[in-house]
């Protein structure tokens, strides 16, 4: 696609249940990145996909949180056991990686923004 | 770690004032260097960027110059107009292959005509 798109753009959910948040990258694009912008920690990194290099975990918060990228294009992240503190705007971005930091840039997608009840 | 360090908001200025939003960082080795709106509604764009040492970012008007002695990226315009209210984020990437953004807090600028 044009960009980097993301589903849903909007979720309520009730404290305790489990979440999936999608994103598709732009078409091409080899690198997916996951942050989380909220009020009181601002923009943070959560996850990081490299072609079919193990993703970089460091930034989920807990155990909870896990994401898969499947045929190294669609991304899932998933929220288990959902709690108040996970409201926040889910952002996704994609890039491609070489050898040149010129095509290092990362694209955001609209975000998906999460509330738990 | 790495950190980035913005000028908090909000900041409220005229339409044709001179706009500075200071960003410093810290960082190991040598790092890019970005600053990011989100204007009302909008996702996360790229503003402009720097690579190195000394390499002066620009876009609409805006300007940022990377500045390793101070480990500054101050974030400039000449005359802002009323659609350049947005929420401006400066942002520091490390090693080439360690790929993720670390972000400042974010400063919302509103222009009034």
């Known amino acids: 696609g044009a960009g980097v798109s993301q589903s849903p753009s909007n979720k309520v959910t009730e404290k305790g249940k489990d979440v999936e948040l999608r994103c598709d990258p732009i078409s091409g694009h080899t690198a997916l990145y996951w942050y989380r912008q909220s009020l009181g920690q601002g923009l943070e990194f959560l996850i990081y996909f490299q072609g079919n290099s193990a993703p970089d975990k460091s930034g989920l918060p807990s155990d909870r949180f896990s994401a898969e990228r499947t045929g190294g294009s669609v991304s899932t992240l998933t929220i288990q056991r959902t709690q108040q503190e996970d409201s926040a705007v889910y952002l996704c971005?994609?890039?491609?990686?070489?050898?040149?930091?010129?095509?290092?840039?990362?694209?955001f997608g609209p975000g998906t923004r999460l509330t738990v009840l | 770690g790495d950190s980035v360090t913005q000028m908090e908001g909000p900041v409220t200025l005229s339409e044709e004032a001179f706009l500075t939003i200071n960003c410093t960082y810290t960082?190991?080795?040598?790092?890019?260097l970005f600053w990011y709106v989100q204007y009302p509604g909008e996702g996360l764009q790229l503003l402009l960027k720097?690579?190195?040492?000394?390499d002066k970012g620009s876009n609409k008007g805006f300007e940022a110059t990377y500045r390793k002695e101070t480990t500054s990226f101050h974030l400039e315009k000449g005359s802002v107009q009323v659609s350049d209210s947005a929420v401006y984020f400066c942002?520091?990437?490390?090693?080439?292959?360690?790929?993720?953004?670390?972000f400042g807090t974010g400063t919302r600028l509103t222009i009034i005509p």
């Open positions: 960082a190991t080795g040598y790092p890019s």
């Open positions: 971005a994609s890039s491609i990686i070489g050898l040149a930091v010129q095509t290092d840039t990362q694209y």
């Open positions: 942002a520091l990437r490390t090693n080439f292959g360690n790929e993720k953004l670390t």
């Open positions: 720097a690579t190195k040492a000394d």
